[in-house]
């Protein structure tokens, strides 16, 4: 099994919420909404879609229910301290809960992290050090 992963699809208990959240919040545009599920347009990158969170536990043979830190974060890399700053904000307007807001990393990058609606972390980074990375834009 290589590295990669074919796309990103989030249990959601809401799917309307879900939808604003990330489309009217954050700008997401969508590419293909099935109704028990929707996938945004991707840029090139793994798609990202909602399912909802009870139908996708059944789908995969686990219980929907949970509690507490999953041990899966989102990570968004960005070219800049200053864009690291105006997505936090864009997330915290649309309702996000700040996790942790953007300050200096323990490993010399800057970043913060928030979750959506349903819980799910996203960690913003910036980092001067790597040349080679993964940006998301």
């Known amino acids: 099994m290589k590295a990669h992963v074919s796309s990103i699809l989030l249990g959601v208990r809401d799917m309307e919420e879900s939808k604003r959240f990330y489309t009217e919040g954050l700008g997401w545009k ?19 879609g909602f399912y909802g969170r009870q139908g996708l536990a059944d789908q995969v043979g686990t219980s929907s229910e949970g509690s ?4 899966l974060v989102l990570t968004y890399v960005v070219r800049s301290e200053a864009r690291v700053d105006a997505v936090i904000a864009e997330a915290e307007k649309a309702g996000a809960t700040i996790l942790k807001p953007a300050g200096a990393l323990p490993w010399g990058g800057y970043g913060g992290t928030f979750a959506d609606p349903d819980g799910y972390i996203w960690s913003l980074a910036y980092s001067a050090q790597g040349e080679d990375q993964l940006y998301a834009e």
Do not use: H, K, Q, R
């Open 30 to 48: 969508v590419a293909n909404d099935y109704g028990i599920s929707v996938f945004f347009e991707s840029d090139g990158a793994s798609p990202v």
């Open 68 to 71: 507490g830190f999953s041990g």
